[in-house]
């Protein structure tokens, strides 16, 4: 019954106040926004994924271990598909419960009508071959012709029979890695039930398949169905129990073995929802505060005149607490229905930026949007909580003598946290100075984190020094306008600071991460420009990539001096890390090295990387700094099917931005990828050498490979595999929505400090002062507001960024991008100006006379 009573007051106080109450709930909702959209995708990371296509008629689907487990609930998943041990089909079979068990391979393959073109599924589906046992598995039934019986014969899906306009008894050229057969279409199968909504299958003969695989005695994966009356869990269960190293799924999560971007997908979108997730319900807790401070500093007279009349300590902070309750209440509800459309949004991002798959499926439950109302509810009660301390804790009579006043002194606690802080950021930029590594990059951004919350503890003393020293520049007191702006300034710096701060911790935010990636992107452009002194390039124009045996015919080509093959992939160095091991991934090149600088010029500090063959490796500095690794030592790698090898250095470079920070020998790298074929072929002509005589050549030798092209040196860097994960979009995104928040909080702050400026403006213009002048009183607030958080915040990027810039560039000087500076100035810019003279011009509405009879 009492807190009935505490909730009846809170609501009667938020309605006679609904100013001061309209930025706590903005701050919820938006709060309750972007937590809702984190949860809906965790749960779809956790529950949904893609349904299973030529599996779908398997109980249960199993597969190698495709992630690297770095403890219980971390993982890093292997970039290649993690193949198995033809036995282990009968093993499955063995196991009590299983029906039938059978192996599939997965072979990347491009199709060619008669006359050359590609012919791939409808909507451009991708082509993968399978043995004909694979077929039971979906089930595929032959609809046309017979099962394929000979090495030439092929069974093609039906809708991409239909899409090529192929009969059976039709010929098909097939190309697998570069080299086309023609085979002939013995039948026509009808998919599964559930139709090919991403891919199209050719058939083989198992003994075919096998050889096509590359990998004789492996298969992709085993499909396993049931005997009656045993359930697909349960038959998991006995598997996994029986059968070492697999993984067996049911249900939706077959598609992650059948298609490894779904499982990848699932990973990153679990972990980067959760720990973005995480780090906003931090921030929301800071903004509420933030807000809340503000708003309670607004109603310093009632609270005083409340403690004055015998108000506790605890009324105070049940009163608060009620209000909050109800703010946070109908902020999280109303921010759940954004939250949505925001999740979906965020999902379009990632299917852009190629982290996940366009038909990866969202499940939007309730569980999402309770999470959100507790955690806006825990977050709104406990800044009310800290905010209605100090004013709970004053005596009643010195609450009365300090509302006329604004408090000029910060806490010591908050000063001491701050002012420590600064020189721990700096200790940790400097130790990138002698470090550098891998590692620096993380260091850098702890510092960033740390310089972040210093400037929020110490925002208000920062402020007030940037108003005694340049106060009067930017505000001129001789004139009336400046006059009151700089008098303002200096007697409301806390006031001031509400919105500064937050400014100023957004624009180092978004420094670091604008500059911070045009630094890594500038230093790796430079080294790829640098390095590639290849003259042409060979690509795949379709398919998977380039075979080796088109290596060995460019070789033949006269006037090729030097012909290097490039394989790509990812790879996982464990090393030692403190007391215990790290693991972390790495890009990866396989090449030849044979005379390997007049084609990539890797830049070798120390070491002969002509020396690399079977059971070496040459590393970048960057990885060898952060596994601590000197030439001659052994290192622990995992190629990116998973095989674990212990190769010893022979090289260490400096391009590995440009290039990769790993670099194997290419038959290595290219036998523990999916397709078992290269990126690209790196060709150098011999000195002169007629250009047009020798691209005519390579074209020619080229030519029985209808799916490689010959490129310039531009082709490399376009490559399948040879581009970015999309990961700086998915920090693009996280950080903008970070930033979005945080300019939310800001703007929120301005214009409830200005708007609660009603009387003082009356008074102003009672006393002479024009509207005009008002306006400009409170520009020059506006330029004190943006200039102060632009320099705190850009000097707060300065260590970070020579810190990253030295561990990526060995220069301190960072690479900054013009068009990203002017683009945070201009932000900056409109969101001070911008909000200030908005609530300004709202402030001034009513007439002088009745505003300053107003309540306060």
Not at 70 to 91: C, G, I
Not at 720 to 747: E, H, K, N
């Amino acid at each position: 019954m009492p807190y009935r009573k505490d909730l009846s007051l809170a609501w009667s106080t938020i309605k006679g106040r609904k100013g001061g109450f309209v930025g706590s709930f903005v701050a919820i909702a938006a709060g309750s926004a972007v937590i809702t959209a984190c949860g809906i995708l965790l749960m779809s990371g956790l529950t949904t994924g893609v349904t299973p296509e030529r599996y779908s008629g398997a109980a249960v689907v199993v597969g190698g271990e495709q992630s690297y487990w770095l403890d219980e609930t971390a993982e890093v998943r292997y970039s290649e598909r993690v193949t198995l041990p033809a036995d282990k089909v009968d093993a499955v079979a063995a196991v009590p419960g299983v029906k039938s068990a059978d192996g599939d391979v997965d072979i990347d393959v491009s199709a060619l009508s008669s006359d050359g073109e590609e012919v791939g599924g409808p909507d451009g589906f991708p082509v993968f071959g399978h043995g004909w046992s694979g077929a039971s598995l979906g089930p595929f039934s032959v609809r046309e012709g017979s099962p394929p019986a000979a090495p030439d014969d092929v069974v093609l899906d039906a809708e991409l029979a239909e899409h090529a306009d192929l009969a059976v008894g039709s010929k098909i050229r097939i190309v697998v890695g570069s080299l086309p057969s023609t085979y002939r279409v013995a039948g026509i199968a009808s998919p599964p039930k559930g139709g090919l909504d991403r891919q199209s299958a050719v058939f083989f003969t198992d003994a075919r398949a096998a050889e096509l695989s590359g990998r004789p005695g492996r298969v992709d994966v085993i499909g396993v169905r049931a005997e009656p009356h045993v359930t697909p869990d349960e038959l998991a269960k006995r598997i996994t129990a029986a059968v070492p190293h697999v993984v067996a799924r049911t249900g939706a999560e077959r598609g992650d073995v059948e298609f490894l971007d779904v499982g990848d997908a699932r990973s990153l979108v679990v972990e980067s929802s959760a720990s973005f997730g995480g780090t906003m319900v931090l921030i929301v807790v800071f903004v509420v505060v933030s807000t809340l401070a503000l708003s309670v500093q607004q109603r310093r007279r009632e609270l005083a005149l409340l403690r004055a009349i015998g108000a506790t300590p605890k009324q105070i902070h049940w009163m608060v607490g009620a209000e909050m309750t109800l703010v946070s209440l109908s902020g999280a509800l109303v921010g759940a229905i954004p939250g949505v459309v925001l999740a979906f949004a965020m999902r379009g991002v990632f299917v852009l930026a190629g982290a996940m798959p366009s038909d990866f499926q969202m499940q939007v439950g309730w569980v999402p949007f309770l999470a959100s109302l507790v955690l806006c509810m825990v977050s709104a009660r406990l800044g009310g909580w800290l905010v209605a301390r100090r004013v709970a804790k004053t005596s009643p009579v010195e609450a009365l003598g300090d509302v006329a006043i604004e408090p000029k002194k910060l806490g010591w606690v908050r000063l001491t946290i701050g002012f420590l802080l600064i020189p721990l950021g700096l200790l940790l930029t400097l130790s990138n100075v002698a470090v550098s590594g891998d590692s620096a990059a993380d260091t850098a951004a702890a510092a960033v984190l740390l310089f972040v919350v210093a400037l929020g503890c110490i925002g208000p003393l920062l402020l007030r020094g940037a108003v005694l020293l340049f106060g009067s520049l930017l505000n001129r007191p001789s004139k009336a306008h400046g006059f009151l702006a700089h008098a303002n300034t200096r007697a409301h710096v806390r006031r001031l600071s509400t919105a500064t701060t937050p400014l100023a911790m957004g624009v180092t935010l978004a420094a670091v991460q604008v500059f911070g990636t045009s630094t890594t992107v500038a230093a790796s452009h430079d080294q790829l420009e640098q390095g590639l002194r290849a003259g042409r390039v060979l690509t795949a124009s379709s398919g998977a990539g380039v075979s080796p045996q088109v290596v060995d015919a460019v070789r033949s080509v006269p006037g090729a001096a030097v012909v290097t093959p490039v394989a790509r992939t990812q790879t996982l160095l464990t090393f030692p890390s403190e007391d215990d091991t790290a693991t972390k991934a790495f890009a990866a090149q396989g090449v030849t090295p044979e005379r390997l600088s007049q084609t990539m010029d890797l830049e070798v500090i120390e070491g002969d990387i002509s020396k690399l063959k079977d059971g070496t490796v040459a590393l970048s500095r960057i990885v060898a700094e952060t596994v601590g690794a000197d030439r001659g030592e052994t290192i622990d790698l995992r190629l990116g099917d998973g095989t674990a090898i212990k190769p010893r250095v022979v090289a260490i470079y400096e391009r590995g931005l440009g290039f990769g920070d790993v670099t194997l020998p290419n038959d290595l790298v290219v036998a523990h990828t999916t397709s078992q074929v290269n990126t690209a072929v790196l060709v150098r002509s011999e000195d002169g050498t007629d250009s047009e005589t020798f691209d005519g050549a390579l074209r020619k030798a080229v030519e029985p490979c209808p799916t490689v092209g010959v490129g310039d040196r531009e082709a490399f860097q376009n490559a399948p595999g040879s581009g970015d994960s999309g990961d700086w979009a998915l920090d693009l995104l996280f950080q903008t929505l970070l930033l979005g928040y945080i300019a939310i909080a800001v703007v929120n702050t301005l214009v409830m400090a200005t708007a609660a400026r009603v009387r003082e403006f009356a008074m102003l213009r009672l006393i002479g002062a024009g509207r005009e002048q008002v306006r400009a009183m409170m520009n020059g607030e506006a330029r004190l507001v943006a200039v102060s958080a632009l320099l705190f915040g850009l000097l707060a990027t300065i260590p970070p960024l020579v810190g990253v810039s030295i561990s990526l560039t060995k220069s301190p000087v960072p690479s900054i991008s013009p068009l990203g500076l002017i683009a945070i100035v201009a932000l900056t810019v409109a969101l001070s100006w911008g909000s200030i003279a908005m609530a300004t011009k709202y402030a001034m509405r009513p007439a002088p006379v009745d505003a300053i009879g107003g309540r306060e």
